[in-house]
């Protein structure tokens, strides 16, 4: 059964920082790309940020410089860590695992950004 599981969201002030983690089951978790895309009230899905099979990332523009993906392909993990967050990074994020054959999404996990 797949599985993936998002923790590290939560209640942060604007310029605080949040470590999101993807824990993953039930897949080849070293065959897949993985990724974490967000969605605020009223908008769509959309990328934040992915990480290839040989850990190469890539970034929305309104991310980049501020959010690090990273993934542990031994404890079939995933994170990103967020810093210097803005209200508008206020969403539900979710992790994402994609290959050629499939894609499997978590459950989601809510950021807010406030003070």
């Known amino acids: 059964q797949v599985q993936l599981v998002e923790s590290g969201g939560g209640l942060v002030q604007p310029g605080g920082s949040l470590r999101l983690s993807c824990a993953a089951s039930g897949f080849m978790f070293s065959m897949y790309g993985m990724g974490w895309y967000r969605q605020a009230p009223g908008k769509q899905r959309e990328l934040v940020a992915g990480?290839?099979?040989?850990?190469?990332?890539n970034y929305a523009e309104s991310v980049e410089g501020r959010f690090t993906i990273s993934r542990d392909n031994g404890k079939k993990m995933v994170f990103l860590q967020m810093n210097s967050l803005k209200p508008e990074d206020t969403a539900v994020y979710y992790c994402?695992?994609?290959?050629?054959?499939?894609?499997?999404w978590g459950q989601g996990t809510q950021v807010t950004v406030s003070s």
């Open positions: 990480i290839t099979t040989i850990s190469r990332p």
């Open positions: 994402n695992a994609n290959n050629y054959r499939s894609m499997y």
